[in-house]
């Protein structure tokens, strides 16, 4: 008999890896990165929602989730293998907003935690009253064959005894009462279940005051649907044991969150029931379930539903060879005609006959261990396989990002440096002498030309002529910095990961990851959130001065610090005016050839050496300016790119973490055997 695997040391892997693939982020656009978010959401959700849950529970019931196409005739196939409403059908798109889910009242213990489908609050349907009649038909067991009533003789909970049969049942939502059992084994009215602060999304609360006035009615109805992210639960002594029944949204819904809900409980099922119909088997968007399915090797079963009589033999065998050509031929196959029943009017469920062959095949993978055991380990092991192909594509993918990062980074940093080298040519030049700091330099007592009247000569002009130069030196500096600017724009043309990373700063709009199988959003932190068509907008320019204004006269200060010590030190006979020896210290420093009366100045009033300690430690605090200036552009540009955290030991965690896997679980755990078991079973 094929078991699964439970070791602790494979689910230490397991939820190892999935650690390592939470923590993997893709937010730079680059070709394939919707694909890999998607794969991304799609580990996780398979990891989270089943393969860990599956192998710490792997006696827990069957989950066979019911998903198709809008108008499928889901719902009324789950209500018909149970055989009263549970979940609401008609005509209006889309019907089944939130999941249902019903199981034996038995195994309603296996989902009122959060072992499977962790991300969804529960909500526990009042009981009912059951219905004895044509749309009341028992599961079959495996052994009495169609027809035997494996829960003959069994009171409402399952319990050996008897118990009555009831009118008809209340519409769906309403609350029903049976003579000894209230929906979940005891006595009196049900209430429902506050499992994990259900009150707290809302809804719940109200309605208990609704269920004890006898009924929930539309208010209920309402209450229910405001809920978000939940599933509802009902039990029914008529499913067997060991298998729950769970209706999905439609995967083709027009509302996202349907789309993505349904494909997230796909994930998550031991047995994958994929309802289509005569109009829509050859769909792509059915096809592409199946095609997964097969990717995962997951228990499969398919329903083409609403077949009319007089095309029924032909639209089969077209479904069929379609199935066969994909390799899919062993994949079982139900067919149900199209009947008045299961449209609007009557009791809204398909004939106890109709729905008999798929009843028995669900009825003996929860009451047969061989076979139950087989459909859950070629599940669970054809999820794990996949993991194979799945880790190392998104390794890829992770790798990608930090080639991209790293090369964005490398062209900021040789923009930015090319920058520094330019700001301290031009400086070297003389540039920053021009407009107000030439006019002043020109006008007395600089124009005498000599240094001793320059250095003894107290003026307000001496401020005057330090702070042109200041603005002067801003100036420069922030033509650069456009200039380098300008240039990182450019890789916007080379880079597509540009636009959003080094321009689009922290998120801006949404990504989009539909981290489940159909799409996702990027995960919590990323910077990716910036649209992927974003463009590199230069820095605000009066920002950029109002930074490099700060550097600059800060460089005054220290600059004023400098001379003012110069002067009190100096081995004069008497010492100079430290305002003038600041003037001509920056004009020495920013002059360039047009300041050599600056130089003569400084070694008169300081001495030589005096004068060249003050220029050497002048040059220095220049320097220092510069550098301070180009760093904080640099490191503002860089930010968002750092803060993307696509380090290279996402990749090499990944790997690592697969391979630990492997070792603990090779490939041929999933034995061929087991596989050719799991095929002859379901012959």
């Keep these: 008999m094929a078991t699964l695997d439970v070791r602790p040391r494979l689910l230490d892997a397991l939820s190892a890896l999935r650690d390592r693939v939470d923590a993997t982020r893709f937010p730079l656009p680059l070709p394939g990165v919707a694909r890999a978010r998607r794969s991304r959401a799609e580990?996780?959700?398979?990891?989270?929602?089943?393969?860990?849950?599956?192998?710490?529970?792997?006696?827990?019931?069957?989950?066979?989730?019911?998903?198709?196409?809008?108008?499928?005739?889901?719902?009324?196939?789950?209500?018909?293998?149970?055989?009263?409403?549970?979940?609401?059908?008609?005509?209006?798109?889309?019907?089944?907003?939130?999941?249902?889910?019903?199981?034996?009242?038995?195994?309603?213990?296996?989902?009122?935690?959060?072992?499977?489908?962790?991300?969804?609050?529960?909500?526990?349907?009042?009981?009912?009253?059951?219905?004895?009649?044509?749309?009341?038909?028992?599961y079959a067991s495996a052994a009495g064959g169609l027809g035997a009533d494996p829960y003959a003789g069994r009171d409402a909970s399952g319990r050996r005894g008897g118990h009555d049969a009831i009118g008809p049942h209340d519409a769906y939502g309403?609350?029903?009462?049976?003579?000894?059992?209230?929906?979940?084994?005891?006595?009196?009215v049900a209430e429902y279940d506050e499992f994990s602060g259900a009150d707290e999304l809302g809804g719940v609360g109200e309605l208990r005051g609704a269920e004890r006035g006898g009924g929930c009615g539309a208010e209920a109805d309402e209450a229910y649907d405001a809920l978000v992210d939940s599933v509802r639960i009902d039990v029914d002594p008529a499913l067997p044991r060991g298998l729950a029944l769970l209706d999905a949204p439609d995967i083709d819904s027009l509302v996202v969150e349907n789309r993505e809900l349904a494909a997230r409980l796909i994930c998550a099922a031991d047995i994958w029931v994929l309802v289509t119909t005569a109009t829509r088997y050859a769909d792509a968007v059915p096809w592409h379930l199946l095609r997964t399915a097969k990717e995962y090797d997951v228990t499969l079963v398919t329903v083409l539903d609403r077949v009319p009589h007089q095309v029924a033999a032909e639209v089969a065998g077209a479904y069929a060879a379609l199935l066969d050509e994909a390799g899919l031929g062993c994949v079982p196959r139900f067919t149900i005609p199209e009947?008045?029943?299961?449209?609007?009017?009557?009791?809204?469920?398909?004939?106890?006959?109709?729905?008999?062959?798929?009843?028995?095949?669900?009825?003996?993978?929860?009451?047969?261990?061989?076979?139950?055991?087989?459909?859950?380990?070629?599940?669970?092991?054809?999820?794990?396989?996949?993991?194979?192909?799945?880790?190392p594509a998104l390794a890829a993918a992770a790798a990608a990002q930090h080639?991209?990062?790293?090369?964005?980074?490398?062209?900021?940093?040789?923009?930015?440096?090319?920058?520094?080298?330019?700001?301290?040519?031009?400086?070297?030049?003389?540039?920053?002498?021009?407009?107000?700091?030439?006019?002043?330099?020109?006008?007395?007592?600089?124009?005498?030309?000599?240094?001793r009247a320059i250095a003894y000569h107290p003026t307000r002009s001496h401020h005057v002529l330090v702070g042109a130069l200041t603005t002067s030196l801003g100036t420069l500096l922030s033509c650069v910095m456009g200039a380098a600017d300008a240039q990182v724009s450019a890789v916007e043309r080379q880079e597509p990961a540009a636009g959003a990373a080094v321009r689009g700063g922290v998120a801006r709009g949404a990504d989009g990851v539909a981290g489940a199988p159909g799409g996702t959003a990027a995960a919590p932190g990323e910077l990716a959130r910036v649209p992927a068509d974003a463009v590199l907008v230069p820095a605000d320019a009066a920002e950029v001065a109002g930074r490099v204004g700060v550097s600059v006269?800060?460089?005054?200060?220290?600059?004023?610090?400098?001379?003012?010590?110069?002067?009190?030190?100096?081995?004069?006979?008497?010492?100079?005016?430290?305002?003038?020896?600041?003037?001509?210290?920056?004009?020495?420093?920013?002059?360039?050839?047009?300041a050599r009366a600056a130089d003569e100045g400084l070694t008169e009033a300081l001495g030589a050496s005096g004068a060249l300690r003050v220029r050497e430690v002048g040059d220095q605090l220049l320097a220092e300016c510069v550098r301070r200036v180009v760093d904080t552009e640099r490191e503002r540009l860089l930010a968002p790119l750092v803060a993307?955290?696509?380090?290279?030991?996402?990749?090499?965690?990944?790997?690592?973490?697969?391979?630990?896997?492997?070792?603990?679980?090779?490939?041929?755990?999933?034995?061929?055997?087991?596989?050719h078991a799991a095929e002859r079973t379901e012959r």
């Design 403 to 451: 080639a991209a990062a790293t090369r964005l980074t490398r062209r900021v940093t040789e923009a930015y440096a090319g920058a520094e080298r330019r700001a301290l040519r031009e400086i070297a030049q003389g540039a920053p002498l021009a407009g107000d700091a030439l006019t002043h330099w020109r006008c007395p007592p600089y124009d005498s030309g000599r240094g």
């Design 553 to 594: 006269r800060r460089w005054r200060r220290c600059l004023e610090e400098l001379a003012e010590a110069a002067a009190a030190t100096t081995d004069q006979p008497e010492p100079p005016d430290p305002d003038a020896v600041a003037a001509l210290l920056a004009m020495a420093l920013l002059g360039g050839e047009g």
């Design 644 to 675: 993307l955290d696509v380090a290279p030991e996402r990749q090499a965690e990944l790997i690592a973490a697969l391979s630990l896997l492997w070792k603990e679980h090779p490939p041929s755990a999933a034995s061929p055997l087991m596989r």
């Design 43 to 138: 580990l996780l959700a398979q990891l989270d929602d089943y393969v860990l849950p599956r192998l710490r529970a792997p006696e827990a019931p069957l989950l066979a989730v019911v998903g198709g196409s809008t108008g499928a005739g889901k719902s009324t196939l789950v209500n018909s293998l149970v055989g009263r409403r549970v979940s609401e059908a008609g005509v209006l798109r889309p019907t089944t907003r939130t999941p249902v889910l019903v199981c034996h009242p038995d195994d309603r213990h296996w989902f009122a935690d959060r072992r499977v489908l962790p991300h969804l609050s529960r909500v526990w349907m009042p009981s009912q009253e059951r219905q004895a009649g044509p749309g009341r038909a028992p």
């Design 174 to 188: 309403a609350l029903g009462t049976h003579d000894g059992w209230d929906g979940y084994g005891g006595r009196g």
């Design 339 to 391: 009947l008045p029943e299961s449209v609007a009017g009557g009791s809204g469920l398909l004939p106890a006959t109709a729905v008999a062959g798929l009843r028995e095949w669900l009825a003996r993978r929860a009451e047969d261990p061989v076979t139950r055991a087989t459909s859950a380990a070629r599940t669970a092991y054809g999820a794990v396989a996949a993991l194979r192909i799945q880790v």
